[in-house]
């Protein structure tokens, strides 16, 4: 018998797993996974939920008599960190059945203030009749209070279900998949999915084609279409902001605890060697966020409209470049670029190579002069070459047609903006558009 | 494609036939595809499958795409030493031969065997007429 291997084969670049090895190391992750919530369950179940139910539609309604009373005391931690908690406890003499029985029950939640729970202890008065529950099978076990305990109900439910469900569904689909071919698998939507990676939605009839769908919905001023920009700029703003704010709001309740240990005469040296790095880091992440958020609007929007889209090979089509902001510009380029990427995994991490393969320059201006309430406008021919590949996008790999703007004002950092176009191929029988 | 001379075949081996000899087609253009089967004596196939796909390769982590698939279980197909399917092919993807991405286009014929074993063939055709990508920097 022969075992399969560890690696299949080459690929381009890269060697690619073993598909076999792979199906089984998910299989055997889905199934501890589903084990662990069955574990988990179980354990919820027998220990929590079975007994409170038990207690809920079991156990007999009787009068006790409280006989002694006490507080029982529950350490959790190790010696050195010891913390402790409290609950009243009374003991109770009551009928049970034809027989008197006598247990402890406790008469109250836990406290962590030891006052708190003696002054709950101080209410009940011995000899005082209380309404109790017992357990006929076991009449030594009684409780003063029933009901359930809802959100470790949906405890119990929650997290083995969650687990169950996941780790289910990721074994019915490893079994699922055993044995069939990666045809089969992707003829049958089988095929695993990364979640990582973009799904990208195909144009009816072009299959493999991403739609231009979001391209074609925002009309012209002057021409057709107004093209979305492409800005991921904008997600490395929202990226830093949001770093800057979280981060800073740990830091400031660090920094609270400092200011309350030194108002109270302490010094915690610790949580002040913690501090200091924590709000160079707080400075910093703010510095970064205001830097991109003034050089994100300082240089005016920057707006593309086109005659028509998509795009065919062998096509001419006309473009208007419109620039809005203030004061003076080196120059300002406008180029058609066709650009591939491939989204591959190395160890844990994803990674996404792009590399523009083909680039051609639709207009270039210099030494432009920008005021308030006007915009530089210009026209461009692009033309689309007749061999030109179409647009192309798949799970992890994809050839994009853009036309990117690159700008270089005098007094800021240069910039580059880009619209996406969506090339289609050109029909057979079809004039060049 | 390997030919063994019989009767020391120790894998088996499929031969594809095109119906355009250069195994060039244009997009919307209908493909007919012969095959023939030849495995080693006593080995019987209890299921093939035979389907038209495009894949990615290159840097990025492969991606396919079925256009046509068949799976053929009844015994006396899968046991046929000859078979042949036909298909119109999409408008895309068209063949691609990129820096960092590849698209290719073929036909495989998935032989099944005893134990979970299997063997495929893959036989590369070309949809379209796109140029290769030329590398940054080069003419």
Redesign the interface.
């Given at each position: 018998m022969r075992l399969p291997r560890f690696f299949s084969k080459k690929?381009?670049?890269?060697r690619?797993g073993s598909e076999v090895w792979g199906s089984v190391g998910e299989a055997i992750f889905h199934a501890t996974l589903m084990v662990a919530g069955v574990a988990f369950g179980g354990l919820l179940l027998t220990g929590i939920a079975v007994p409170e139910w038990r207690i809920n539609h079991d156990f007999l309604e009787s009068r006790g008599t409280v006989v002694g009373k006490g507080l029982a005391r529950r350490s959790t931690g190790g010696p050195a960190a010891s913390r402790a908690s409290w609950q009243a406890s009374v003991r109770l003499r009551y009928p049970a059945g034809a027989e008197a029985a006598e247990a402890w029950a406790f008469a109250g939640p836990q406290e962590s203030d030891r006052a708190r729970a003696l002054e709950r202890l101080d209410r009940l008065k011995l000899g005082e009749e209380l309404v109790c529950w017992y357990d006929p099978a076991r009449p030594a076990q009684v409780v003063l209070s029933r009901g359930y305990n809802w959100w470790m109900w949906a405890l119990t439910l929650l997290l083995p279900g969650a687990l169950l469900a996941f780790g289910g569904a990721g074994l019915a689909r490893s079994l699922g998949r055993w044995?069939r071919?990666?045809?089969?698998q992707?003829?049958t939507g089988q095929?695993p999915r990364?979640p990582l990676?973009e799904g990208p939605a195909s144009t009816t009839?072009?299959?493999?084609?991403p739609s231009c769908e979001d391209l074609v919905n925002s009309p012209g001023t002057i021409l057709r279409y107004r093209l979305p920009i492409e800005s991921p700029e904008s997600w490395t703003l929202l990226g830093l902001g949001l770093f800057a704010v979280l981060w800073n709001t740990v830091v400031a309740l660090l920094a609270v605890n400092a200011g309350l240990d030194l108002l109270g005469g302490r010094i915690d040296w610790l949580l002040l060697a913690v501090l200091v790095p924590f709000v160079v880091v707080g400075v910093a992440g703010v510095v970064a966020f205001t830097r991109s958020l003034v050089l994100a609007t300082a240089v005016g929007t920057t707006q593309l409209e086109i005659s028509a889209h998509p795009l065919r090979p062998g096509g001419t089509y006309e473009a208007l470049l419109a620039q809005g902001g203030t004061g003076a510009f080196r120059d300002l380029e406008m180029s058609l670029e066709?650009e591939?990427?491939?989204?591959?995994?190395q160890g844990t991490d994803t990674r996404t190579?792009r590399?523009?393969?083909?680039k051609s320059p639709l207009g270039s201006w210099q030494g432009l002069q920008l005021s308030p309430g006007t915009r530089f406008e210009a026209r461009a021919t692009i033309h689309v070459p007749a061999?030109?590949?179409?647009s192309?996008a798949?799970?992890?790999?994809?050839?994009h047609w853009r036309i990117v703007i690159r700008g270089r004002p005098t007094r800021w950092p240069a910039f580059i903006r880009t619209f996406p176009v969506v090339v289609?191929?050109q029909?057979?029988g079809e004039p060049a558009a | 494609m390997t030919h063994l001379p019989d009767p020391v075949r120790q894998h088996p081996s499929v031969t594809v036939q095109f119906c355009s000899p250069d195994r060039h087609y244009?997009?919307?253009?209908p493909i007919a595809v012969r095959y023939v089967v030849e495995l080693p004596s006593g080995q019987v196939a209890r299921a093939v499958?035979r389907?038209i796909?495009?894949y990615?390769?290159?840097?990025?982590?492969?991606?396919?795409?079925?256009?046509s698939?068949e799976?053929l279980t009844d015994r006396v197909t899968a046991e046929a030493k000859t078979g042949g399917f036909e298909s119109r092919l999409?408008?895309?993807?068209?063949s691609?031969e990129?820096?960092?991405?590849?698209?290719r286009w073929c036909v495989?014929v998935?032989l099944f065997f005893d134990a979970?074993r299997?063997f495929?063939s893959e036989h590369v055709f070309d949809l379209?007429?796109?140029?290769a990508?030329?590398?940054?920097g080069r003419p």
């Amino acid at each position: 018998m022969r075992l399969p291997r560890f690696f299949s084969k080459k690929r381009g670049h890269r060697r690619t797993g073993s598909e076999v090895w792979g199906s089984v190391g998910e299989a055997i992750f889905h199934a501890t996974l589903m084990v662990a919530g069955v574990a988990f369950g179980g354990l919820l179940l027998t220990g929590i939920a079975v007994p409170e139910w038990r207690i809920n539609h079991d156990f007999l309604e009787s009068r006790g008599t409280v006989v002694g009373k006490g507080l029982a005391r529950r350490s959790t931690g190790g010696p050195a960190a010891s913390r402790a908690s409290w609950q009243a406890s009374v003991r109770l003499r009551y009928p049970a059945g034809a027989e008197a029985a006598e247990a402890w029950a406790f008469a109250g939640p836990q406290e962590s203030d030891r006052a708190r729970a003696l002054e709950r202890l101080d209410r009940l008065k011995l000899g005082e009749e209380l309404v109790c529950w017992y357990d006929p099978a076991r009449p030594a076990q009684v409780v003063l209070s029933r009901g359930y305990n809802w959100w470790m109900w949906a405890l119990t439910l929650l997290l083995p279900g969650a687990l169950l469900a996941f780790g289910g569904a990721g074994l019915a689909r490893s079994l699922g998949r055993w044995g069939r071919s990666e045809e089969r698998q992707a003829a049958t939507g089988q095929r695993p999915r990364d979640p990582l990676a973009e799904g990208p939605a195909s144009t009816t009839g072009h299959p493999a084609i991403p739609s231009c769908e979001d391209l074609v919905n925002s009309p012209g001023t002057i021409l057709r279409y107004r093209l979305p920009i492409e800005s991921p700029e904008s997600w490395t703003l929202l990226g830093l902001g949001l770093f800057a704010v979280l981060w800073n709001t740990v830091v400031a309740l660090l920094a609270v605890n400092a200011g309350l240990d030194l108002l109270g005469g302490r010094i915690d040296w610790l949580l002040l060697a913690v501090l200091v790095p924590f709000v160079v880091v707080g400075v910093a992440g703010v510095v970064a966020f205001t830097r991109s958020l003034v050089l994100a609007t300082a240089v005016g929007t920057t707006q593309l409209e086109i005659s028509a889209h998509p795009l065919r090979p062998g096509g001419t089509y006309e473009a208007l470049l419109a620039q809005g902001g203030t004061g003076a510009f080196r120059d300002l380029e406008m180029s058609l670029e066709l650009e591939e990427r491939a989204t591959f995994r190395q160890g844990t991490d994803t990674r996404t190579e792009r590399l523009v393969v083909w680039k051609s320059p639709l207009g270039s201006w210099q030494g432009l002069q920008l005021s308030p309430g006007t915009r530089f406008e210009a026209r461009a021919t692009i033309h689309v070459p007749a061999a030109a590949m179409h647009s192309f996008a798949s799970e992890h790999n994809a050839v994009h047609w853009r036309i990117v703007i690159r700008g270089r004002p005098t007094r800021w950092p240069a910039f580059i903006r880009t619209f996406p176009v969506v090339v289609f191929p050109q029909s057979p029988g079809e004039p060049a558009a | 494609m390997t030919h063994l001379p019989d009767p020391v075949r120790q894998h088996p081996s499929v031969t594809v036939q095109f119906c355009s000899p250069d195994r060039h087609y244009e997009p919307l253009q209908p493909i007919a595809v012969r095959y023939v089967v030849e495995l080693p004596s006593g080995q019987v196939a209890r299921a093939v499958e035979r389907s038209i796909v495009w894949y990615t390769e290159g840097k990025g982590e492969e991606d396919i795409g079925v256009h046509s698939f068949e799976r053929l279980t009844d015994r006396v197909t899968a046991e046929a030493k000859t078979g042949g399917f036909e298909s119109r092919l999409p408008a895309s993807p068209l063949s691609y031969e990129g820096v960092i991405v590849k698209i290719r286009w073929c036909v495989r014929v998935r032989l099944f065997f005893d134990a979970g074993r299997d063997f495929v063939s893959e036989h590369v055709f070309d949809l379209g007429h796109v140029p290769a990508a030329a590398f940054p920097g080069r003419p």
